[in-house]
């Protein structure tokens, strides 16, 4: 494994393990503005390295699309918590683009875990065999559900509740008055 692909795969186990925590551990990491961060920085940098990949093959795979698509959550997620810090429903926008990106990298990491490792892939050996399409269901609708009680709650939490923000850095300053529009 080239350091290229492991800083890639480190990036996502971040990213996955952060997000979960700051998803669904609190309420759009009201508790921590830190968690949140590391989850958006380390999930944009995953999302990016992937797309690296496409240099090494010229070939448009599926894990490229998810990226772009990731990004697209990214822009979103980046643009409510550090733009519109949460006013709203930029809330709720954050937490639903947070969990579909989130997905995103799950999705890519199931689907890497049935094409690299001999059981699962004795089980699955294509896309479309049915255990692999078993899980990816399973995954989807856990996201779904979680997803939609996090927006749920997103929505129906008071508008003056506190929300403690991350002090801006270089970085999040650029990401703040930079207009995805």
């Known amino acids: 494994m080239s350091l290229y692909t492991l800083s ?13 925590a700051a998803l669904f551990g609190g309420p759009y990491s009201r508790r921590s503005p830190g968690l949140a961060a590391l989850f958006l920085v380390s999930t944009l940098l995953t999302s990016l390295t992937g797309l690296g990949f496409l240099v090494a093959t010229w070939r448009v ?19 409510a918590r550090y733009r519109h810090r949460l006013a709203g429903a930029w809330r709720w926008i954050y937490v639903a683009a947070a969990v579909a990106a989130l997905y995103l990298n799950v999705f890519i990491v199931v689907m890497q875990a049935f094409a ?8 699955a050996p294509s896309l479309d065999a049915a255990p692999f399409l078993a899980t990816h269901l399973g995954v989807l609708a856990i996201f779904i559900v979680l997803g939609a009680l996090a927006v749920r709650h997103a929505i129906n939490a008071p508008a003056n509740a506190p929300r403690p923000m991350p002090r ?10 930079w207009r995805f529009y």
């Open 61 to 79: 795979g599926i894990g490229h699309v998810t990226a772009v698509l990731s990004l697209v959550a990214l822009c979103l997620a980046f643009q």
């Open 116 to 123: 690299k490792l001999p059981v699962l892939r004795k089980l």
């Open 8 to 20: 890639h795969v480190v990036l996502s186990m971040i990213g996955i393990a952060v997000g979960w």
């Open 168 to 177: 801006p850095d270089a970085m999040l300053r650029f990401l703040t008055e």
